[in-house]
């Protein structure tokens, strides 16, 4: 079976500081990696995913991933926040293999202060 | 272009009632899901569907979730005599095909309260 560990439930930052939303799996099959954000009354948005090839992914507004096989990770970062940052930010794996149900982390809730 | 539709934003209901909630997915979309989301649970996989067929209905919670759909398109989430347990979003979402490297498209779900 595969999981999803958020290691942070929230991150406080301040305007125009980096920031890393931390992201591991486990999965004894290979798998496709995803980040979602989530705005207050939405749904998710794609923010960026890993199929395969380069292991440094960039999303939309400004984020990019990285992926690290062997230590099974998956780490959002993006080098300046702005106060529109300010959301719920998912991880998710899907089976390389199967189909694209979603297998979702518990959600890192980023919160961007003047 | 038009995103996923769902319909109700909002429904609240008594315990006991039947509720029906709708998704329209992106047009041309084959792949159809449902989740939920609650405070304790998080974002749990309830169905997924690929045309009209439901290959995978692993994570509907109970025999009083049901859901379908017809001509490749809307689908609906039926929950019979609901629970307050069942309060949660229900969010859908489509994608283009099956494959798991295929990006789905959520929509802004259905907030369904319980009373």
């Known amino acids: 079976a595969q999981s999803v560990t958020q290691l942070d439930s929230q991150v406080p930052v301040f305007e125009e500081a980096p920031v890393e939303l931390r992201c591991n799996y486990s999965?004894?099959?290979?798998?496709?990696l995803f980040w979602y954000v989530q705005y207050p009354n939405q749904g998710l948005q794609l923010l960026l995913k890993?199929?395969?090839?380069?292991?440094l992914v960039k999303g939309i507004n400004g984020f990019e991933a990285e992926f690290n096989k062997s230590q099974t990770s998956f780490h959002l970062r993006k080098p300046s926040v702005h106060i529109s940052d300010t959301a719920e930010y998912f991880c998710?794996?899907?089976?390389?293999?199967?189909?694209?149900?979603?297998?979702f982390g518990a959600g890192t809730r980023l919160a961007v202060h003047p | 272009g038009a995103g996923v539709s769902q319909s109700p934003s909002n429904k609240v209901t008594e315990k006991g009632k039947d509720v029906e909630l709708r998704c329209d997915p992106i047009?041309?979309?084959?792949?159809l899901y449902w989740y939920r989301q609650s405070l304790g649970q998080g974002l749990e996989f309830l169905i997924y569907?690929?045309?009209?067929?439901?290959?995978?209905k692993s994570g509907l919670p109970s025999d009083r979730f049901s859901a379908e759909r017809t001509g490749g398109s809307v689908s609906t989430l039926t929950i019979q005599r609901t629970q307050q347990e069942d309060s949660a979003v229900y969010l859908c979402?489509?994608?283009?095909?099956?494959?798991?490297?295929?990006?789905?498209?959520f929509g802004d779900g259905t907030r369904l309260s319980i009373l």
């Open positions: 979402a489509s994608s283009l095909g099956t494959g798991g490297n295929q990006p789905q498209h």
């Open positions: 998710a794996v899907s089976l390389s293999g199967g189909y694209n149900k979603l297998i």
């Open positions: 890993y199929l395969s090839g380069s292991t």
């Open positions: 999965s004894s099959v290979s798998v496709y």
């Open positions: 047009s041309g979309h084959t792949a």
């Open positions: 569907f690929q045309g009209n067929s439901a290959p995978d």
